[in-house]
């Protein structure tokens, strides 16, 4: 059993919903992450959050807008999304952000797909 | 800016060593190897800091080559479990880690 887990595992939604994605880790984890898995592609960092302050915005466009409201839990709030955005979603959370410290503990993505 | 790994597929018998390589334009302060099977979140395998420490976990062991900005993951003695995209994360001590594009490694009886 994974200590993050991610809903829903499959999202459809066409260009003008709104939807939200959801990660939460059993942790204790003070740092969470959403990056972006395209195929073929490497994983894309879209934000970091510590201590349910948002301390990296990696370029994303406002289409995504992530939501910290605590240490456990961090949203993904989605809407008039683009065909290009279809891709697998992951969350990861570590002991803090400072990556070289140690590891990610990845959810399993929320694999969306956008018509 | 990330990472460039290689070879970007290889095919294994089970008993076959490999090498995967990741290579970075930046100054390196850490690098990262995960692995990632079909379908499952990235596992985290090991860390290595600059210092050019070498590490291992089981038959899989890597190094770190700061001068170069370059690190090898090192599969030996390759098992049916070692199948499956393997990442490299490259860090520069900021918040951010990169990945590779990922290396498919498929090991077959």
């Known amino acids: 059993e994974t200590g993050v887990t991610q809903t829903p595992r499959h999202l459809v939604m066409g260009m003008t919903n709104k939807k939200s994605l959801k990660c939460e880790q059993h942790?204790?984890?003070?740092?969470m992450y959403w990056y972006k898995q395209s195929a073929k592609k490497p994983l894309e960092l879209m934000f970091v959050?510590?201590?349910?302050?948002?301390?990296e915005n990696n370029s994303v466009p406002s289409r995504f807008s992530p939501e910290c409201p605590n240490s456990s839990h961090l949203f993904l709030h989605l809407h008039t999304l683009q065909p290009e955005d279809s891709a697998l979603y992951l969350c990861a959370s570590s002991q803090d952000a400072r990556v070289n410290t140690g590891e990610l503990f990845f959810g399993e993505g929320s694999r969306l797909t956008v018509l | 800016q990330q990472p460039v790994q290689s070879p970007q597929a290889v095919i294994l018998r089970e008993g076959e060593d490999a090498v995967i390589n990741c290579s970075s334009s930046k100054a390196l302060y850490s690098v990262h190897w995960y692995r990632q099977k079909h379908g499952e979140a990235p596992v985290f395998l090991m860390i290595?800091?600059?210092?050019?420490e070498q590490k291992g976990h089981d038959k899989i062991s890597a190094s770190f080559n700061e001068k170069k900005q370059q690190s090898s993951l090192y599969l030996t003695a390759s098992q049916l479990s070692y199948s499956g995209t393997y990442f490299c994360?490259?860090?520069?001590?900021?918040?951010?880690?990169?990945f590779g594009a990922g290396t498919t490694v498929t090991v077959r009886a």
């Open positions: 959050y510590s201590l349910e302050e948002r301390v």
């Open positions: 290595l800091l600059k210092g050019g």
């Open positions: 994360g490259t860090e520069r001590g900021d918040y951010k880690l990169s």
């Open positions: 942790l204790g984890h003070n740092a």
